[in-house]
């Protein structure tokens, strides 16, 4: 019996798990979600409208990967562009759904997940202005 055989296939099967910042968790989902509405799109929205929301995706996904390893007064642009880049999505996941291109319940939780995670990139991107206009703030603690 080879048993640096067994090792090496029972490695291939087993899966690790890296700890991802929570919203980015919810983005690597909503892809995976995405993903198989992708597939089923018509060839005409497949190749232009899907094929831009799929992009976008890895640039979201890429953009809140940056920010999660910068420091904090570096975080902001990436926040923002992943926002911006967010709102287009949804108005793309909308245009395939006015074209029937997405059926009523595929746009609805796409576009439910997309929101909530508009939602938490807005509630961080507030976070780090708070934290900019405390840091900036010519009034220390203490004083009034």
């Known amino acids: ?30 892809y995976l979600l995405w993903h198989g509405y992708y597939q089923t799109l018509p060839k005409s929205h497949r190749h232009s409208f899907g094929y831009r929301i799929d992009s976008l995706f890895v640039e979201v996904i890429e953009a809140i990967a940056a920010a999660g390893f910068l420091p904090r007064e570096e975080k902001r642009p990436y926040v923002r562009l992943s926002i911006k880049k967010m709102d287009a ?20 939780a796409l576009s439910v997940k997309l929101d909530e995670i508009g939602r938490n990139l807005g509630g961080w991107l507030g976070q780090l202005e708070t934290q900019l206009v405390k840091q900036n703030s010519p009034i220390k603690k203490g004083e009034k």
């Open 1 to 30: 019996m080879d048993i640096s055989r067994e090792k090496v296939s029972t490695h291939t099967h087993t899966h690790t798990h890296t700890r991802i910042l929570p919203v980015l968790g919810k983005v690597k989902d909503t």
């Open 89 to 108: 999505m949804k108005i793309l996941a909308m245009i395939l759904w006015e074209t029937n291109s997405l059926n009523d319940k595929k746009y609805i």
